[in-house]
Nanobody
Framework: QVQLVESGGGLVQAGGSLRLSCAAS????????MGWFRQAPGKEREFVAA????????YYADSVKGRFTISRENAKNTVYLQMNDLKPEDTAVYYC?????????????????WGQGTQVTVSS
């Protein structure tokens, strides 16, 4: 079992930055691919970014590429999402998730564990 707790959400103006954190506890963190997803009001949850267990492999949705950066500190069992140049369309609840290594990272069903989410609101 893996428990995930997100933090760092909040209200920011367009063009601003936020850094989300996801603290993991339970089974060996390093063995999991970690992902971030988001769900805007009235929309389905969508993939944002993911990072492999070895830290080297990172993946991004086209909508955030060049603005968001995912990273992880295995020694701290924590994954981060640095979000720069935020836009109103980035407003959503952001979820952290963990998937066993080797699964396709953009598919939500491949993630076994989910956090409860943190709200990000970007004002125009």
């Amino acid at each position: 079992q893996v428990q995930l707790v997100e933090s760092g959400g909040g209200l920011v103006q367009a063009g601003g930055s936020l850094r989300l954190s996801c603290a993991a506890s339970g089974r060996t963190f390093i063995r999991y691919t970690m992902g971030w997803f988001r769900q805007a009001p009235g929309k389905e949850r969508e993939f944002v970014a993911a990072i492999g267990w070895g830290v080297t492999g990172t993946y991004y949705a086209d909508s955030v590429k060049g603005r968001f950066t995912i990273s992880r500190e295995n020694a701290k069992n924590t994954v981060y999402l640095q979000m720069n140049d935020l836009k109103p369309e980035d407003t959503a609840v952001y979820y952290c998730a963990a998937a066993p290594a080797g699964r396709v990272v953009v598919i939500q069903a491949n993630y076994d564990y989910w956090g409860q989410g943190t709200q990000v609101t970007v004002s125009s």
